[in-house]
RNA sequence: UCCCCUGUAGCUCAGCUGGUUAGAGCGGUGGACUGUUAAUCCAUGUGUCGUCUGUUCAAAUCAGACCAGGGGAGCCA
């Protein structure tokens, strides 16, 4: 049989005074001696709960319904009808209630009706997702990357799946896991005593990717509009509310493109993706709203409405350095911008999202584009207030004389790079790309502080429980 | 990795200038009441006081180490 959702159900997809069955969890029951017991059921599907009502002369009213606690497993059958209550529209009156699985010791179930911490429900990551926080947090998540999936392939763009496990240990974005089959307790060696990576699975050393980027580049000197959007790993030990070891990202990638047509291409994504939302859950952002950020929906709207701000390097360093204030770190033309700068540009003299662009080559990665004036690369971040860089993207280096010397600037040996410099000697074009922290992104989108809580499991130093 | 804060009941916390049987709210359980909306009212509290070591007649309370969580910084997305 096929189950119904609760969305359509309270969306008002089926005719009332008919019998209907839903499936789906006890997020309260409160009984009347009336006769009667009001069973608040949810299936994920939406935000909102549906109340059904169960009489007393239920076969199994005083044995199962009586017990049904928060997080008890139920199906319902009865007839769809209008409430007489205050709260919903719709309701159901029970003609069965199935208990599908109890809660063996109601006592001590993590998920009780009452708050929690958001603390407490990290670290019980497998029934965080049944609080209505949780819920809310996946829908808002699964509406963003479906709408980042069709804003990408209506604009025209393919999505490439990159591989997660490279064999490049010079991707250039942090530190990697290894992949290994190695026995680690009786390691090969070689004659010199170093260990034997050709004794490993792929016969040399490997790593979790940090970035599909350099492969995605591949395949944008071929299909012209192309995007990544897949996990990344980062060995860093960082310890932030906006880090994870293991944290997806969107990398779309364009052909015959400049700095600027990628800062459209991510102005608009936001853009398109925002409203999606705001369209799509207007119930958990309705909550998010009132429970986590008062200001998340009007955020939101003046992303969508507002042209974005964009801001040379150069010009951020003379308005930081004339605003005023006193920034624990001194500004100076060629330093790379801290925190507190990006904040100050974000939420105090835009009030919004900025992109900054220009940055010196100094501080940037070898692939980004040498500027004309010798001292700056076709480098952006888009700086958004509260989460600070959500997005960073760069216009890549398509000259082969450039990108060596560039290369041999920051000691990197052009050998280990040798597909990447290829599409420089084989039909190269001007292209230009960036990458979008997807739990940033969310993080965002919901007024969330942490991107731990943004992401189902999160995977930061010394957490990897389930 | 660095700086700061925290770790007491299923959860959120109080107690901590060391001193008899460690408390409250919520949750749960039992009851009352009610077409109820995390409802309301009454009753119900034996928990390695994060771990280890030390100081002391005496440690939840003081000290040290370690572990865990949070905030900030750096790295970046």
């Not at 001696?33 to 002369?57: V, W």
């Not at 942090?174 to 060696?189: A, H, I, Y």
């Not at 699975?201 to 980027?213: A, D, I, N, P």
């Not at 990638?253 to 400049?258: C, H, N, Q, S, V």
């Amino acid at each position: 049989m096929s189950v119904i959702a609760i969305s359509d159900v309270l969306a008002g997809k089926f005719p009332v005074d008919k019998e209907i069955s839903v499936h789906g969890w006890i997020r309260t029951r409160r009984d009347s001696k009336a006769g009667i017991s009001f069973l608040a059921i949810h299936d994920g599907s939406c935000f909102d709960a549906i109340q059904a009502i169960a009489p007393n002369n239920l076969d199994n009213y005083q044995d199962e319904v009586l017990k049904l606690t928060a997080g008890a497993a139920v199906k319902v059958t009865g007839t769809l009808v209008e409430s007489p209550g205050q709260g919903q529209s719709f309701e159901i009156q029970a003609t069965q209630v199935e208990v599908l699985g109890l809660v063996d010791d109601p006592d001590t179930y993590p998920m009780a009706a009452k708050r929690h911490s958001i603390e407490f429900l990290r670290e019980h990551a497998h029934l965080r997702p049944r609080t209505n926080i949780g819920g809310a947090v996946t829908r808002v998540r699964n509406s963003l990357a479906q709408a980042v999936h069709r804003f990408l392939h209506e604009k025209g763009y393919m999505w490439i799946s990159t591989p997660l496990i490279t064999g490049s240990d010079c991707e250039g974005a942090g530190e990697m896991f290894r992949v290994s089959t190695l026995d680690m307790e009786n390691l090969p060696k070689t004659d010199k005593g170093d260990i034997d990576y050709a004794e490993d699975f792929f016969g040399k050393e490997t790593f979790l990717t940090v970035s599909g980027q350099l492969n995605v580049e591949t395949y944008c000197c071929a299909l012209s509009k192309v995007y990544t959007f897949g996990p990344t790993f980062r060995a860093e030990n960082s310890n932030t509310s906006r880090h994870l070891a293991e944290f997806w990202m969107v990398e779309p990638e364009i052909a015959f493109a400049d700095l600027a047509d990628a800062a459209t291409l991510a102005e608009e994504m936001l853009k398109y993706v925002f409203k999606a939302l705001l369209e799509e859950r207007a119930d958990d952002m309705a909550f998010f709203q009132q429970r986590v950020d008062k200001t998340v929906i009007d955020r939101l709207n003046a992303v969508i409405n507002k042209d974005f701000v964009r801001m040379d390097y150069t010009d951020a360093i003379e308005i930081l350095q004339n605003c005023g204030k006193t920034f624990e770190n001194p500004v100076s033309w060629g330093v790379d911008l801290n925190s507190e700068h990006e904040r100050y540009l974000a939420e105090e003299h835009v009030g919004g999202p900025v992109v900054l662009q220009n940055y010196p080559k100094d501080i940037k990665s070898f692939y980004m584009r040498l500027n004309d004036d010798g001292k700056t690369v076709a480098a952006m971040d888009i700086l958004a207030p509260g989460i600070g860089e959500i997005i960073g993207g760069s216009q890549r280096e398509e000259r082969l004389d450039v990108l060596d010397k560039r290369m041999g600037e920051m000691d990197l040996d052009p050998a280990d790079y040798s597909w990447y410099r290829d599409l420089r000697r084989y039909g190269t074009v001007p292209h230009s790309g960036f990458g979008l922290g997807f739990e940033r992104l969310v993080a965002y989108a919901t007024g969330m502080q942490n991107v731990r809580d943004v992401i189902p499991f999160p995977r930061t130093p010394n957490n990897a429980a389930y």
